[in-house]
């Protein structure tokens, strides 16, 4: 699995460096990392988040899914309940194609 390199923002400006979304991503979770993606295609394309661990009923803890609109950006929360035993979280894309990704911790 490829760690999406997590930018911290800062006083001093700068902006987040956007990668090529991968279906092998992980990225660090917390409760200030957020993982922007932005959709350049003409479909809206999914982004989910694998759920990690069990719920006190036993049941797995749900995948979330995101849709990211076309043409649209998305800033989606990185939170630790879906830390996986390396403490990062699992992510896929319906497509990868025009598809663009940036983890930031602000």
Known sequence: ?????????STDGGAPT???????????????NVLV???ASASSVDVTIAGQGTLASGADYPD????????????IP????YRNVDGEAEL?????ADV???VVRL
Request: aromatic fraction near 8%; charged fraction near 20%; hydrophobic fraction near 45%.
């Open 100 to 102: 663009t990704r940036a």
């Open 78 to 81: 990185l939170l630790s309940v």
């Open 64 to 75: 979330r899914v995101y849709t990211v609109a076309a043409s649209e950006e998305a800033w």
């Open 92 to 96: 896929s894309y319906e497509a990868t």
């Open 37 to 39: 993606v932005k959709n």
């Open 1 to 9: 699995m490829a760690l999406i390199t997590t930018h911290t923002i």
């Open 18 to 32: 956007f990668g090529a979304a991968d279906n092998a991503d992980t990225a660090e979770t917390g409760s200030t």
